[in-house]
């Protein structure tokens, strides 16, 4: 706190107050009109005040302990009061005095003087022990508009103030450290001055004040034995010599905390600088007491005297002064009462209490000890560490894709498993995304690596043999293939770029030369061609064998066709139709290949023994005229003619692979134009029959085929290119599949591949997306689900959601409001973390928020849903079955935001507090167990409240409130009374625009926590909470641009509370892992 006000304001205000225009003035008062406004009279007081400045308005104030009956009528009477205004309050960063008061326009200027020979400050303890608002009285004709001052200081004041104070004394001293603006900022800067002044005369009408604020100071224990900082812009070197004795006559305010005074507002960094370190012996810490509940502030007394230890010129223009306080031998400041203690007691030494009966106990202790010690030798552990108070519980976070625009996040198992999952609201995208986690609750959404440009298609294979799979990438448009080395830990390499022929389309990978090294061939369908790529170990040489097919080649495989153990290749050729087949010869030599006729326009193929002869057969699909073809092998490496099968509309991708537990292979095909897949079954002499179609998702483009979930039946998985989703279809066990879950994917996903990619034995999912230039990773679990972001698509734009099992099936599911249409939506949950069709509920009111419990103890989930443009919530009571009864408002504030649903006043039915934020109050809702609730109590707090929780903050089982005030960067703390009334709210500053809180133990050490959301600032505040619920110590965390709601919870089950936190504009999803041990 400074004594005297800062150097912002320089003696020009007055003249620029004075031409500031009247309409400009009038609006501000009307601006803080609206935003002040108190309603009830407090234990019936009346501030009269006669300064010609203010009206002599009533100002009332709502007295939050009196009884309920009569606190509702004190609310209605209050309608009759004129309304006073709350002028705006100085906030400050840190405490800390200044001593120039010169900034002061209203201060006459002067040298601050270390040194005085000044009569004591005495005669005011014979004063009465008076009212605040009275031992103020006569203070009004001196500073302007101190009663509204006076009222706050009340307001802000606990019940029970902390060391033993009443209301008054205390508020005597939060009244001290208030700021305001001119003409006169503070009662401490005009106090302070007279006690400075050698005519004690003029310090008479401060005496009533004085006798009540040291009688407070007073009843405050003395602060321990402490090195305090205070700095001055003055080189007061030569009045501070080794052993010169001084008096500091007006109140000091000192900080612990030295980095404090680099601030350009106090000592700053330049300029002629004095600092003095001051060992004092009875300071007083007022924090407890203070309008500033975050400052570490220390408070010495007037008369403080001290001799002068040292000092020291470390620097040019910086002179340390090192002071030590000592006891004046005649009395400098008189006792405000008979017994105070101004000083701490001096204690004598234990010996001399106790110099009989030493003797006496140090013979006993001798004999007693020798057996204590050999019993501890005996039974002794090892020394156990005390366990610090971890200040860090999130040095880590993870970071994930989102949908566009991100609005609400809930936590719970959308699997009925022991996991953790995550749902996601996405606006932009009208969709909510849930994110399964895994068994230690990552949720890996994708891990996305960078391809060339247009990526057309993927292929798998540990290519260098380190016994981790890689992944091979052909890019359209740069002629150029990308190759990913995977690593042991679930990542890959950065991709390493080959240029290669003209609009590379596929490609594949063996010992085409009979050195056990993989070669790759890469087809290039503008150019005609297959280029063989000689590798070395996962190194491939630029300059290759580039070989002529067909008219624009689309697909190849290899195999040992005629089993010379030379490995040999096959392409389709879209352009004339055709599949070429070129035999090994060795040493990567090829002969002339064969050509054989197929359907219309072949684009992928397989090669497989489909008919048991030992003989590699292919199948081809054609897309141009909704078939397949299939070439029975010979042993010498040739193909029979095809045997062709109509199958969907546009077939272009196959996989084989033994659906129905025959022992033959069967095939799957992507139908494009019919959104689906089809499968074929084999009956052993590769005959195919008995087609059925699955519905997957819009234009699929590619299908693979592995064990996905651990029942031992071969599933498949499908990338659609419509909808940039991909899927997993489930084999039931018989060759029928069910479709249950889809997932995100980039922009127009073209082809996948399917392998183990982290060697956890499960198979995981690589897609390659073309208009995004990348691909995506995706591992799976082994029971059927990966751990990607599985959307479902919402009919109407939300703007936030809650999760519960709304029709009593055992799964979860979700409630959105929808404001655009005043209506909610409904989603019940299946299985696997899917949802059923949306259900519409109207509900006739714009909504952006909901909350959901249990609000008339029937065992069925109700909804709260907030009314933000009619000033009301409504409850929508739930019959159990997914639908609700007829909505019924309750009236709150103005523009409501939020609301939470506890039990305030400790008689097990649930209660209601809502945010108001154009009120800028707090709506306490007492409910009567049936779904009903009693008309509103409003409690104050900051402006523009945007958000409540509410959570046991002090451990005494009654619950407390907190708020972000988006409008003034503060938070507002409301500790509960157990009887739905609470405390007047406590402030802590924090970053700019906070819009959500949490609470909880964040760091593990039995205190409750509070973490807030601060929009504009793109950060997140930890506040840590001590024994005394305070929360002094904050953390600061950078986010990513506008973060949004977020969530506390525990994913990994290791006891510890992580972080989920949205970010609407970088459409991210931040998980911060809790560290504490």
Not at 288 to 299: G, I, K, R
Not at 774 to 779: A, K, Q
Not at 856 to 875: A, C, G, Y
């Amino acid at each position: 706190m400074l004594d005297t006000i800062h150097n912002e304001r320089q003696n020009n205000i007055v003249a620029e107050e004075t031409h500031m225009h009247t309409d400009h003035l009038v609006m501000t008062q009307e601006h803080h009109a609206a935003k002040h406004k108190r309603r009830t009279v407090r234990n019936g007081r009346k501030i009269e005040n006669s300064s010609p400045n203010v009206s002599d308005a009533q100002i009332v104030h709502l007295n939050k302990e009196q009884p309920i009956d009569d606190q509702e009528k004190s609310v209605e009477d209050a309608q009759l009061v004129t309304l006073a205004v709350d002028p705006p309050i100085i906030e400050r960063d840190q405490v800390v005095e200044f001593m120039n008061e010169a900034s002061n326009p209203q201060i006459p200027t002067g040298v601050h003087e270390v040194k005085m020979d000044l009569p004591p400050i005495a005669g005011y303890a014979a004063e009465q022990l008076l009212p605040l608002p009275d031992a103020c009285a006569p203070l009004t004709h001196i500073l302007h508009n101190l009663s509204t001052y006076v009222q706050m200081a009340l307001d802000e004041t606990p019940q029970t103030p902390p060391d033993g104070l009443t209301i008054d004394e205390s508020a005597a001293v939060r009244l001290y450290t208030i700021e305001w603006d001119g003409p006169h900022r503070s009662l401490y800067s005009m106090l302070n001055y007279t006690l400075k002044s050698a005519n004690r005369d003029e310090l008479l009408p401060y005496y009533k004040y004085l006798k009540l604020f040291l009688t407070a100071l007073a009843k405050i224990p003395c602060a321990p034995l402490t090195t305090v900082w205070r700095g001055v812009t003055k080189d007061l070197s030569a009045d501070c010599l080794p052993g010169t004795s001084m008096t500091w006559w007006a109140f000091s305010s000192c900080t612990t905390s030295l980095t404090v005074l680099e601030n350009s507002m106090y000592l700053g960094t330049t300029g002629t600088r004095t600092l003095f370190s001051v060992e004092t012996i009875n300071g007083r810490s007022i924090t407890a007491h203070s309008h500033f509940v975050t400052e570490d502030e220390l408070l010495l007394l007037p008369g403080t005297h001290m001799i002068v230890v040292s000092q020291l010129t470390p620097a040019p223009d910086l002179y340390i002064i090192h002071l030590k306080q000592v006891i004046p031998e005649e009395t400098l400041l008189e006792l405000p009462f008979e017994g105070a203690q101004l000083y701490p007691k001096k204690k004598r030494s234990w010996y001399q209490k106790k110099r009989f009966i030493i003797p006496l106990c140090l013979c006993m202790l001798l004999c007693i000890g020798a057996i204590i010690i050999g019993t501890i030798i005996g039974v002794q552990k090892p020394n156990q560490i005390s366990k610090q108070r971890c200040n860090q519980p999130y040095p880590l976070h993870e970071a994930y894709n989102t949908g566009k625009a991100p609005l609400a996040i809930v936590a719970g198992s959308f699997t009925n498993s022991s996991k953790i999952d995550l749902a996601v609201l996405n606006s932009k995208n009208q969709s909510v995304d849930i994110l399964l986690g895994s068994k230690v609750n990552t949720y890996e959404t994708e891990t996305i690596y960078a391809a060339g440009s247009a990526p057309n298609f993927v292929y798998n294979k540990d290519i260098n043999g380190d016994g981790n799979m890689d992944v091979v990438i052909t890019n359209q448009n740069d002629a150029s293939i990308s190759v990913l080395f995977g690593n042991a830990d679930e990542t890959f390499q950065s991709s390493i770029d080959y240029v290669v022929g003209n609009y590379p389309i596929s490609v594949t990978s063996d010992d085409f030369t009979g050195d056990s090294k993989m070669n790759l061939l890469v087809v290039n369908y503008d150019d005609n061609t297959v280029i063989l790529m000689f590798g070395d170990n996962g190194q491939f040489s630029t300059n290759f064998n580039a070989m002529a097919v067909g008219l624009k080649p689309t697909y190849i495989v290899s195999g040992d066709f005629n089993q010379d153990g030379h490995i040999d290749w096959a392409v389709t050729n879209s352009g004339d139709n055709t599949v070429g087949v070129a035999l090994g010869l060795g040493f990567g030599f090829f002969g002339k290949q064969h050509i054989y006729s197929v359907g219309s326009n072949p684009v992928a193929m397989t090669c497989q023994d489909f008919n048991s002869d030992g003989q590699l057969d292919l199948i081809v699909v054609n897309y141009g005229n909704n078939s397949i073809s299939v070439l029975f092998g010979n042993t010498d490496g040739t193909f029979q003619s095809q045997m062709a099968y109509d199958v969907g509309i546009s077939p272009n991708s196959i996989v084989a692979a033994d659906f129905n537990n025959d022992t033959w292979l069967d095939l799957a095909l992507t139908l494009s134009n019919e959104s689906s897949v089809g499968v074929l079954f084999n009956d052993g002499n590769g005959v195919f029959q008995g087609l059925v179609k699955y519905t997957v998702g819009s234009s699929p483009s590619s299908v693979k085929a592995n064990y996905y979930s651990k029942s031992g039946h071969i599933d498949l998985v499908v990338v659609n290119s419509g909808e940039n989703t991909w899927c997993i279809l489930s084999n039931l066990g018989n060759g029928t599949f069910q479709s249950n879950i889809f997932y995100v994917t980039g922009m127009n996903p073209v082809s996948l591949v399917s392998a183990d990619f982290n060697n956890d034995g499960l198979p995981d999912v690589f897609e390659i997306n073309h208009a995004d230039n990348n691909g995506y990773l995706m591992l799976c679990n082994g029971d059927g689900t990966c751990r990607a972001r599985i959307p479902h698509r919402l009919q109407m734009e939300a703007t936030w959601m809650a999760a519960g099992d709304f029709n009593t099936d055992g799964m979860l599911d979700l409630a959105l409001t929808n404001p655009n249409n005043e209506s909610i939506t409904l989603i019940f949950g299946n299985e696997h973390a899917t949802f059923q069709s949306d259900i519409t509920y109207n509900i006739s009111f714009s909504s952006n928020f909901l909350a959901t419990h249990d609000l008339n103890n029937d065992k069925k989930l109700d909804l709260v849903v907030v009314n933000n443009k009619n000033n009301s919530v409504s409850v929508l009571l739930g019959n159990g079955d997914g639908t609700f009864q007829k909505a019924r408002a309750f009236k709150t504030g103005s523009r409501p935001t939020s609301v939470v649903v506890d039990d305030f006043n400790n008689d097990n039915k649930p209660d209601l507090a809502v945010s108001n934020l154009g009120a800028g109050n707090i709506s306490i809702l007492i409910g009567y167990g049936n779904g009903t609730f009693r008309s509103q109590r409003m409690f104050g707090c900051g402006a523009n409240p945007y958000f409540v929780i509410s959570n046991d903050l002090n451990h005494d089982n009654i619950r407390d409130l907190v708020v972000a005030n988006e409008g003034e960067n503060t938070i507002s703390i409301l500790f509960g009374s157990g009887n739905a009334t609470f405390q007047a709210q406590i402030k802590y500053s924090v970053g700019r625009k906070p819009t959500y809180v949490l609470s909880g133990d964040f760091n593990n050490d039995n205190n409750m926590d509070i973490a807030v959301v601060n929009q504009l600032s793109n950060d997140m505040f930890l506040m840590l909470g001590d024994e005394n619920a305070k929360f002094l110590e904050q953390i600061q965390y950078a986010t990513d641009n506008t973060p949004g709601p977020a969530v506390a919870y525990d994913p990994n089950q290791d006891g510890k509370l992580d972080i989920a936190l949205l970010s609407e504009v970088s459409n991210k999803l931040d998980v911060l892992i809790n560290q504490c041990e």
